[in-house]
């Protein structure tokens, strides 16, 4: 095999930061790659700098052996190199076909439109990446949206595809389309840069794997060879434990009873039917479930942010059906929600403001409607001490922050209130595995302090290996519960496609 | 201290890049950009009564600028300050003339409340109640709002009960009594001014260091984020817009008894327009809206007089206006000039290898 692309010891400083220093990478011809590394190791700095978004500080990057300059994105893409972003980067409102060509398009004044769509037919069908190219691309999900970005590169004629995280916003599903998507690229000679934080997907596509930890690849092998733990301990830099040790639950009085709950959506469809569960002080409660059967509903209305139907909410023995979400977190419920960015933060607020998001109302934040902006600073530098947030700086943006960090401080305001009752819905969703086993101990931490914790994860690992009990939801209603130790893939599995009790005969209800 | 420098910086330059341009059209059409922009320096600053003529015209810019800025951080777009500032005038007026047995100092304070009520009702009520419940755009409804208000001080003081008897169509005047008293002597320059600078100070106040303003500012940045705080957002919608007309009146108050004294014909000052520019400029600070609104007032007085001592048209400071809102409005433009002659630079010393397949 070939090398097509070199880079060497590659070096780009950002103001505080070295964002990649000294960094080695060859990409051979016909291979897929990952770059495997926490947030912020600098695998999309790496990426910018190979694109030509970004030029290096000093260091090389060889294109077929020979050396190359990129002064723009449209360099890179004239000598082959094709990139899919963290964010998408297309126009909702114009179709496929006018998306992919957008920039290069057929015709000469006139745009023909017609030619377009058939270019794009051709191209789908060569590389099976199935689109219709009449569709209004805001029409599509996410996952088709990244097969237009996939064509876009491929009708520039790349010869070489970078994905940066590309699963981040996938479905399984998605994924796994996905991933026969870049296998197949790779039967047709393309190359593969594959940017990943997830040990087991990049075991799943790549051949050859290179760790970067802190701006630095730490080491590159083939995959073959690399065990789950040792990448893992490549990434993070330290022994990690990639399941956490669990204690017997100690189960304590119910916090959170909720009975025949009924939620309707925004737009007024049933998503909620007739839902029934306990959670006990000291237990962690999972929602397994395929994602849209009524698990943020579910959890929203628990929270205060969607209105109840039907059925009653108890907390701590109150009725609180009709308390408002202010009054819920004043009763003692934290909420990290499932979308940090669209809902759990304020990013163009301090972190200081950001910390007392929830909490401003009360002392000692404010008092007849001042803000007291010192009491607020202090508890957010204790916040980001705690919770190891980075940089450690309240007055950096929450915009500013790696996806982890922004995490690490939602739970961390959510976990300091000393919360009865923690929601956590998808609380490790894009973080790496230093992250995550960060944010599992503190999970468990605060359960055996005798919290009620309500997890949701789309993820079953993480609610095997976290939940005492689970409940198992599907088109909205609670098809099973089953204790966490005697719980199995299968069992959930069947469970969540709707395969009632009656049916699974193993599967154990309350 | 380093942001406040990085928040300085579009504004400054955007400013900056629009005096130059201006400059190179005054030379273009063939007068001296150094005899036309000391003109304009001193017919805004040249003298005591000049720097009171600027202060009295950025006295109005500076409160309507500042009620726009709230409503810009609350992410809703006040634009029929105008409307708002008319109304107000017309009821400050009003009860000006007819409750005349008060003393002067109260009857100053019952205007200038009656003219921020009216005001924030005119912004809050319809549009703030049709954009937080039914969603209703308020640059639309604000709009409309507007022209009916402007309409309605026009049949007031046209066919309506306030039209003083005579051949102009303007209202009873207001007693002397209350109208506010003057700085420098002989300039239009009054209290009106220091009202200004107070409501600068309490809107910093409230949009930083109260919890109202919290409320307003995370609506304002990201209201699903709002809602997950617990945050009842239609409540800060109707607010913000209403605090936003509130001192859309208060701008309406102060100028009746500082200036106008009277509801009169020809009132269209375009005060309300210039307001959203004084915002855009500041960038919503508070403190900016100072300096933005003086700005303004400068061009427009320094302008008069650019055109007597050197006979270009005192519409340049409306190319010049043009402009900066451009520049504004097109900050990005900033960084990327600086990135295209970075590259430019660059490309003449290195090359790349250009033969890469044209894309089809
Ligand atoms: N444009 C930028 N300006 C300043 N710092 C940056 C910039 N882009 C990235 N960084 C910093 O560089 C480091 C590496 O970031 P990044 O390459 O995005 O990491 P990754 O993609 O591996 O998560 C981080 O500390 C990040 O904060
Ligand atoms: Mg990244």
Same mark, same amino acid.
């Given at each position: 095999?070939?090398?097509?692309?070199?880079?060497?010891?590659?070096?780009?400083?950002?103001?505080?930061?070295?964002?990649?220093?000294?960094?080695?990478?060859?990409? *051979?011809?016909?291979?897929?790659?990952?770059?495997?590394?926490?947030?912020?190791?600098?695998?999309?700095?790496?990426?910018?700098?190979?694109?030509?978004?970004?030029?290096?500080?000093?260091?090389?990057?060889?294109?077929?052996?020979? =050396?190359?300059? +990129?002064?723009?994105?449209?360099?890179?893409?004239?000598?082959?190199?094709?990139?899919? *972003?963290?964010?998408?980067?297309?126009?909702?409102?114009?179709?496929?076909?006018?998306?992919?060509?957008?920039?290069?398009?057929?015709?000469?004044?006139? #745009?023909?439109?017609?030619?377009?769509?058939?270019?794009?037919?051709?191209?789908?069908?060569?590389?099976?990446? /199935?689109?219709?190219?009449?569709?209004?691309?805001?029409?599509?999900?996410?996952?088709?949206?990244?097969?237009?970005?996939?064509?876009?590169?491929?009708?520039?004629?790349?010869?070489?595809?970078?994905?940066?995280? @590309?699963?981040?916003?996938?479905?399984?599903?998605?994924?796994?389309?996905?991933?026969?998507?870049?296998?197949?690229?790779?039967?047709?000679?393309?190359?593969?840069?594959?940017?990943?934080?997830?040990?087991?997907?990049?075991?799943?596509?790549?051949?050859?794997?290179?760790?970067?930890?802190?701006?630095?690849?730490?080491?590159?092998?083939?995959?073959?060879?690399?065990?789950?733990?040792?990448?893992?301990?490549?990434?993070?830099?330290?022994?990690?434990?990639?399941?956490?040790?669990?204690?017997?639950?100690?189960?304590?009085?119910?916090?959170?009873?909720?009975?025949?709950?009924?939620?309707?959506?925004?737009?007024?469809? /049933?998503?909620?039917?007739?839902?029934?569960?306990?959670?006990?002080?000291?237990?962690? +409660?999972?929602?397994?479930?395929?994602?849209?059967?009524?698990?943020?509903?579910?959890?929203?209305?628990?929270?205060?942010?969607? =209105?109840?139907?039907?059925?009653?909410?108890?907390?701590?023995?109150?009725?609180?059906?009709?308390?408002?979400?202010?009054?819920?977190?004043?009763?003692?419920?934290?909420?990290?929600?499932?979308?940090?960015?669209?809902?759990?933060?304020?990013?163009?607020?301090?972190?200081?403001?950001?910390?007392?998001?929830?909490?401003?109302?009360?002392?000692?934040?404010?008092?007849?409607?001042?803000?007291?902006?010192?009491?607020?600073?202090?508890?957010?530098?204790?916040?980001?001490?705690?919770?190891?947030?980075?940089?450690?700086?309240?007055?950096?943006?929450?915009?500013?922050?790696?996806?982890?960090?922004?995490?690490?401080?939602?739970?961390?305001?959510?976990?300091?209130?000393?919360?009865?009752?923690?929601?956590?819905?998808?609380?490790?969703?894009?973080?790496?595995?230093?992250?995550?086993?960060?944010?599992?101990?503190?999970?468990?931490?605060?359960?055996?302090? %005798?919290?009620?914790?309500?997890?949701?994860?789309?993820?079953?690992?993480?609610?095997?290996?976290?939940?005492?009990?689970?409940?198992?939801?599907?088109?909205?209603?609670?098809?099973?519960?089953?204790?966490?130790?005697? $719980?199995?893939?299968?069992?959930?599995?069947?469970?969540?496609?709707?395969?009632?009790? %009656?049916?699974?005969?193993?599967?154990?209800?309350? | 201290?380093?942001?406040?420098?990085?928040?300085?910086?579009?504004?400054?330059?955007?400013?900056?890049?629009?005096?130059?341009?201006?400059?190179?059209? $005054?030379?273009?059409?063939?007068?001296?950009?150094?005899?036309? #922009?000391?003109?304009?320096?001193?017919?805004?600053?040249?003298?005591?009564?000049?720097? %009171?003529?600027?202060?009295?015209?950025?006295?109005?810019?500076?409160?309507?600028?500042?009620?726009?800025?709230?409503?810009?951080?609350?992410?809703?777009?006040?634009?029929?300050?105008?409307?708002? #500032?008319?109304?107000?005038?017309?009821?400050?007026?009003?009860?000006?003339?007819?409750?005349?047995?008060?003393?002067?100092?109260?009857? !100053?304070?019952?205007?200038? !409340? !009656?003219?921020?009520?009216?005001?924030?009702?005119?912004?809050?009520?319809?549009?703030?109640?049709?954009?937080?419940?039914?969603?209703?755009? /308020?640059?639309?409804?604000?709009?409309?709002?507007?022209?009916?208000?402007?309409?309605?001080?026009?049949?007031?003081?046209?066919?309506? @009960?306030?039209?003083?008897?005579?051949?102009?169509?303007?209202?009873?005047?207001?007693?002397?009594?209350?109208?506010? =008293?003057?700085?420098?002597?002989?300039?239009?320059?009054?209290?009106?001014?220091?009202?200004?600078?107070?409501?600068?100070?309490?809107?910093?106040?409230?949009?930083?260091?109260?919890?109202?303003?919290?409320?307003?500012?995370?609506?304002?940045?990201?209201?699903?984020?709002?809602? #997950?705080?617990?945050?009842?957002?239609?409540?800060?919608?109707?607010?913000?817009?209403?605090?936003?007309?509130?001192?859309?009146?208060?701008?309406?108050?102060?100028?009746?008894?500082?200036?106008?004294?009277?509801?009169?014909?020809?009132?269209?000052?375009?005060?309300?327009?210039? %307001?959203? !520019?004084?915002?855009?400029? $500041?960038?919503?600070? =508070?403190?900016?809206?100072?300096?933005?609104?003086?700005? +303004?007032?400068?061009?427009?007085?320094?302008?008069?007089?650019?055109?007597?001592?050197?006979?270009?048209?005192?519409?340049?400071?409306?190319?010049?206006?043009?402009?900066?809102?451009?520049?504004?409005?097109? /900050?990005?433009?900033?960084?990327?000039?600086?990135?295209?002659?970075?590259?430019?630079?660059?490309?003449?010393?290195?090359?790349?290898?250009?033969?890469?397949?044209?894309?089809?």
């Amino acid at each position: 095999m070939t090398s097509f692309l070199e880079v060497v010891d590659l070096v780009k400083h950002f103001p505080g930061v070295k964002a990649n220093d000294g960094v080695n990478l060859t990409l *051979h011809k016909g291979e897929v790659h990952s770059i495997l590394g926490e947030n912020g190791a600098g695998k999309s700095t790496l990426m910018k700098l190979i694109y030509g978004l970004y030029q290096p500080d000093s260091g090389e990057i060889r294109l077929e052996g020979k =050396p190359v300059k +990129f002064h723009s994105p449209r360099d890179a893409i004239r000598a082959g190199i094709g990139m899919v *972003h963290q964010h998408f980067m297309l126009i909702p409102a114009l179709t496929v076909a006018d998306n992919i060509v957008l920039g290069d398009e057929p015709g000469g004044i006139t #745009y023909k439109r017609a030619e377009a769509e058939k270019k794009v037919r051709e191209l789908s069908e060569k590389y099976r990446l /199935e689109v219709d190219p009449s569709a209004k691309v805001e029409q599509l999900s996410v996952g088709l949206q990244q097969r237009v970005e996939i064509l876009k590169a491929l009708y520039r004629k790349a010869k070489v595809l970078i994905l940066d995280e @590309p699963t981040a916003v996938l479905t399984p599903q998605e994924t796994e389309e996905l991933f026969s998507v870049v296998r197949h690229l790779k039967s047709q000679g393309i190359p593969v840069l594959f940017i990943s934080h997830k040990l087991d997907e990049v075991r799943a596509i790549a051949d050859r794997v290179t760790v970067m930890r802190a701006g630095k690849t730490v080491e590159t092998l083939p995959i073959g060879d690399a065990t789950p733990q040792q990448l893992a301990n490549l990434m993070v830099g330290r022994e990690v434990v990639l399941r956490v040790e669990k204690t017997k639950a100690n189960p304590g009085e119910v916090i959170l009873d909720v009975q025949q709950l009924r939620v309707n959506d925004t737009a007024r469809r /049933e998503k909620v039917r007739n839902v029934s569960f306990q959670i006990r002080a000291g237990e962690i +409660f999972g929602i397994a479930g395929i994602d849209g059967n009524g698990q943020t509903e579910l959890v929203d209305a628990i929270a205060g942010l969607l =209105p109840i139907v039907g059925g009653r909410l108890r907390f701590l023995g109150r009725d609180i059906t009709r308390l408002s979400t202010a009054e819920r977190t004043k009763a003692g419920i934290a909420y990290v929600p499932q979308d940090r960015q669209l809902d759990g933060l304020v990013l163009d607020f301090t972190l200081t403001e950001n910390a007392i998001l929830r909490d401003f109302k009360r002392k000692p934040f404010s008092k007849g409607g001042i803000l007291f902006h010192k009491p607020a600073k202090t508890y957010a530098e204790r916040l980001i001490n705690l919770f190891d947030v980075r940089p450690r700086d309240v007055n950096r943006h929450a915009g500013d922050l790696s996806g982890g960090n922004q995490q690490k401080v939602i739970l961390a305001r959510e976990v300091s209130r000393e919360p009865h009752l923690l929601i956590a819905v998808q609380p490790t969703r894009g973080l790496d595995v230093g992250a995550i086993e960060g944010i599992h101990k503190q999970l468990l931490r605060l359960r055996d302090e %005798g919290k009620a914790i309500l997890l949701v994860s789309l993820e079953l690992d993480e609610i095997l290996s976290l939940s005492d009990r689970i409940g198992v939801i599907h088109s909205g209603e609670m098809v099973g519960i089953v204790p966490g130790e005697s $719980a199995t893939r299968e069992q959930l599995g069947l469970l969540m496609t709707g395969v009632t009790n %009656g049916e699974a005969t193993e599967v154990t209800t309350r | 201290m380093k942001h406040i420098m990085r928040a300085l910086a579009t504004p400054v330059i955007a400013s900056l890049l629009a005096i130059i341009i201006g400059g190179i059209i $005054a030379a273009a059409i063939g007068y001296n950009p150094l005899q036309v #922009y000391g003109a304009l320096i001193s017919g805004a600053f040249g003298n005591a009564a000049n720097i %009171g003529y600027t202060l009295a015209i950025a006295t109005p810019l500076i409160l309507i600028g500042l009620g726009i800025a709230i409503s810009f951080r609350a992410g809703l777009f006040n634009i029929g300050a105008e409307g708002q #500032y008319w109304v107000s005038v017309m009821a400050a007026t009003w009860v000006g003339y007819h409750f005349t047995g008060l003393p002067g100092w109260l009857h !100053v304070i019952l205007c200038l !409340v !009656v003219a921020m009520l009216v005001g924030g009702l005119w912004a809050g009520i319809i549009p703030g109640l049709a954009k937080a419940y039914r969603g209703a755009h /308020e640059v639309i409804t604000t709009m409309m709002m507007s022209y009916t208000g402007i309409l309605l001080c026009k049949y007031m003081i046209e066919d309506g @009960p306030m039209r003083k008897p005579g051949y102009i169509p303007e209202s009873y005047p207001i007693p002397q009594n209350t109208w506010l =008293p003057t700085l420098i002597p002989q300039s239009q320059l009054t209290i009106g001014i220091v009202i200004a600078i107070v409501a600068v100070v309490v809107v910093w106040f409230v949009l930083f260091h109260t919890t109202l303003g919290f409320q307003l500012r995370v609506v304002g940045s990201n209201p699903r984020a709002a809602r #997950y705080a617990g945050i009842r957002v239609p409540l800060y919608t109707v607010l913000a817009l209403g605090i936003s007309g509130v001192l859309s009146g208060l701008a309406g108050g102060v100028q009746l008894l500082a200036i106008d004294h009277r509801l009169a014909e020809g009132f269209n000052t375009g005060y309300g327009f210039t %307001g959203i !520019v004084v915002a855009l400029l $500041a960038r919503n600070n =508070p403190f900016g809206v100072i300096v933005a609104a003086v700005f +303004f007032a400068a061009l427009s007085t320094g302008g008069q007089n650019m055109q007597q001592v050197t006979n270009i048209p005192a519409s340049l400071t409306d190319v010049l206006t043009g402009l900066i809102i451009f520049f504004v409005a097109a /900050e990005r433009i900033v960084p990327q000039v600086i990135q295209w002659y970075k590259r430019w630079t660059s490309r003449a010393s290195t090359s790349i290898s250009e033969e890469g397949p044209k894309p089809a």
